[in-house]
């Protein structure tokens, strides 16, 4: 019985530690409206992601929160008139065209 018992709770310790799963998420597919529906927080990561994604893309090493700043408020401009625009496409166009 005690065999049993220490089993149970063995499991049961173990067991909260095997249902963390992973979650993957396609940030090419989020979609504008998507993004302005998040929580601010959210937002905060996001913005931080892709500008560390478009910062490595382009060659620069160096954080300027500034632009940061700016780029960001320019992404909600410009996703409040695109909701139903990726995010990541809209990205891609203004990084092309500088």
């Known amino acids: 019985m ?3 018992i220490f089993a149970l ?3 049961g310790a173990l067991a909260p ?3 963390n ?3 993957k998420i396609d940030m090419t597919r989020i979609t504008c409206g998507e993004l302005l529906a998040m929580p601010a ?4 990561d996001f913005g931080a992601f892709m500008g560390g994604w478009f910062a490595q893309k382009s060659g620069r090493t160096f954080i300027d929160v500034n632009l940061f700043r700016k780029n960001s408020a320019s992404v909600k401009s410009w996703c409040a008139s695109n909701p139903n625009e990726s995010v990541m496409a809209g990205l891609q166009r203004a990084f092309e065209q500088k």
């Open 17 to 19: 530690s095997l249902s």
């Open 21 to 23: 799963a992973q979650v």
């Open 41 to 44: 927080d959210d937002q905060a």
């Open 9 to 11: 709770a063995t499991a």
């Open 2 to 4: 005690r065999k049993l």
